[in-house]
């Protein structure tokens, strides 16, 4: 052999061993070689938190810690976020809304600061018990209930099996039928899910520019993806590895055509369901677009109208919160007189 071509082969061993190293310590960081599916994923008031979390407070629900913001006074108003997101999603709306109702914004199983074990079980089924569980702890009989995306298909579950637990409802741009995961976000699911690929991606979602580019499939208007919101929906997820580890377990649940199906096997329960319901749809939506808003505007007995937010995509809480808010409020000030019609 040559002495070129002997250095040749030595630079690619040092290259593939370098890549090997810096692969190891992601997968360290990524919770590759953890083994104790009982620890818990995160702990109450972690200090990375942002200002706005740092004010949620914990309450025991079941097996789970669940986090969650509690503001207000009156009649109360529950805020059902979707993934990968959590409460922190409605921050400009919580205020406009605490001027005249109590309002609950809970971080789903899974997700933001809420604490679970690896071992549990995030799925649509447990996502409703946490929520009708959190409303007894509370001591609310019933709610207004808003439900985005991955919250708006565990309300979906609520409209079949506890009805009487919601006084009217939102849904905003919401998983539903058997059409989640969107298109758009699969090739990041399977990324994060992936056990090779996983830990690049840990790494790499940890620069701001990997993280707009992520969260652009969100939203119409990207400047409203500023560093500190970025940061804020990212935190909750690379704060430690075993949270990594927890979405990691969220996505392969997401990909799960079992788990997929809850929604549509809600279906029946949804054609019950009598009690006034506002469809709030960000217009410019690749995930979930106008096709499934007009599509349950059809299932739902208690459908009241369909109200577009022409200026957002998937997060009108976020893109337009005035005016999102606006809609609710007057959605709120009506649904107790407005007739709807008769079940399916």
């Known amino acids: 052999m040559s002495k070129r071509l002997k250095r040749l082969s030595y630079t690619l061993i040092a290259i593939v061993m370098g890549a090997a190293s810096l692969w190891t310590v992601a997968a360290i960081r990524a919770g590759n070689f953890h083994t104790d599916r009982e620890v818990f994923a995160s702990l109450p008031g972690e200090s990375s938190m942002e200002e706005f979390s740092k004010n949620k407070k914990f309450i025991e629900v079941e097996t789970w810690r669940v986090a969650y913001i509690d503001e207000g006074e009156g009649e109360p108003v529950i805020l059902l976020h979707g993934c990968p997101f959590h409460a922190y999603e409605w921050r400009d709306v919580i205020p406009r809304l605490t001027k005249h109702y109590r309002v609950i914004a809970p971080d789903l199983l899974g997700l933001g600061d809420t604490v679970v074990r690896l071992s549990d079980d995030y799925r649509l089924p447990n996502q409703m018990k946490m929520v009708v569980g959190l409303m007894d702890k509370l001591g609310i009989v019933k709610a207004r209930i808003v439900g985005h995306d991955h919250g708006g298909a565990t309300a979906q579950l609520m409209m079949k099996y506890y009805p009487d637990r919601i006084h009217s409802l939102v849904l905003t741009n919401a998983e539903a039928y058997d059409q989640w995961p969107s298109a758009p976000e699969i090739t990041y699911l399977k990324s994060i899910t992936n056990s090779i690929r996983s830990p690049v991606f840990r790494t790499a979602i940890g620069f701001t520019a990997v993280q707009r580019d992520v969260f652009s499939v969100a939203v119409h208007n990207q400047k409203v993806l500023t560093d500190e919101v970025l940061a804020a929906y990212v935190r909750p997820h690379i704060a430690s590895s075993t949270r990594w580890l927890r ?21 029946d329960g949804m054609r019950r369901f009598n009690r006034p319901t506002l469809l709030l749809w960000g217009r410019q939506d690749t995930n979930f677009g106008p096709a499934i808003a007009e599509r349950l505007a059809q299932d739902i007995p208690g459908f009241v109208r369909l109200e577009w937010l022409e200026n957002s995509a998937h997060m009108p809480m976020q893109e337009e919160p005035e005016a999102y808010a606006e809609a609710l409020l007057r959605f709120f000030a009506e649904d107790s007189t407005v007739k709807t019609g008769q079940p399916k």
């Open 247 to 267: 979405l990691r377990q969220f996505y392969h649940w997401q990909l799960d055509r079992e788990h997929n199906l809850e929604t549509l096997r809600a279906v």
